[in-house]
């Protein structure tokens, strides 16, 4: 059964800092995805990244895949308060099967 | 932009009632999904739906839970007899297949609570 763990699980930053979020799998994929989720709202689509050693970029957010290593991070460049929101980041194992989904990461960014 | 759309967007039922969730899914898209997300835990699979079967089901899609493609936009969740334990957000999703942003794209959830 593949899992997917992240962490932290929970995270409080002050605004300007940078920091790391991780996500393992267990099983071989090479198609990983990133999503937001704000309070009581739908899961949007951050990033995909289908080959090892992807690497994509939107504003203060980058995320990178090492297949191999079955880790992909979500690295936050000087935190605003709107980033704050619960990260996942999700796995499949084929084209369009499903998505296993990790825990997620509520990232808080205080002023 | 395109976007996937659910309805209701609140739903509150009794336990052992039957209930309906509609989702119209992105409209060049072939395959459509349904997840929940029960309050504060993470998102978990509940089947995936392709050239009008079921492709593939978790173990919670049990007896009591059906999908439906009824015409050529809407993709329906029905879950025959509810209990408490499937009050949660559920969300549906569509997708593609090709291309460099192949994902899944989300509908805003259907919040069902049973009581």
């Known amino acids: 059964e593949l899992k997917v763990e992240q962490n932290p699980l929970f995270l409080s930053m002050q605004e300007g800092k940078n920091y790391t979020i991780y996500c393992n799998y267990s099983t071989t994929s090479d198609r990983l995805y990133w999503y937001r989720q704000d309070p009581g709202k739908s899961l949007e689509s951050l990033f995909v990244?289908?080959?090892?050693?992807a690497v994509k970029q939107e504003g203060r957010l980058m995320a990178s895949l090492d297949t191999k290593a079955r880790l992909s991070t979500l690295h936050i460049t000087a935190a605003v308060h709107d980033l704050s929101a619960t990260y996942f980041c999700a796995v499949d194992t084929g084209t369009a099967s499903k998505l296993t989904f990790g825990t997620g990461t509520r990232l808080q960014v205080t002023l | 932009e395109p976007e996937v759309t659910q309805t209701p967007s609140h739903q509150v039922t009794q336990m052992g009632q039957e209930v309906i969730l509609r989702c119209v899914p992105i409209s060049n898209h072939l395959y459509f999904y349904w997840y929940r997300q029960i309050l504060g835990q993470k998102v978990e699979f509940l089947v995936s739906?392709?050239?009008?079967?079921?492709?593939?089901k978790s173990e919670i899609f049990d007896d009591q839970f059906s999908v439906e493609r009824p015409d050529g936009s809407n993709f329906t969740l029905k879950i025959r007899s509810t209990k408490l334990e499937d009050s949660a957000m559920y969300f549906c999703?569509?997708?593609?297949?090709?291309?460099?942003?192949?994902?899944?794209?989300f509908g805003p959830g259907t919040r069902l609570l049973v009581l």
């Open positions: 739906f392709y050239n009008n079967e079921i492709s593939e």
């Open positions: 999703a569509s997708g593609f297949v090709g291309g460099s942003q192949e994902t899944q794209y």
């Open positions: 990244l289908l080959s090892n050693g």
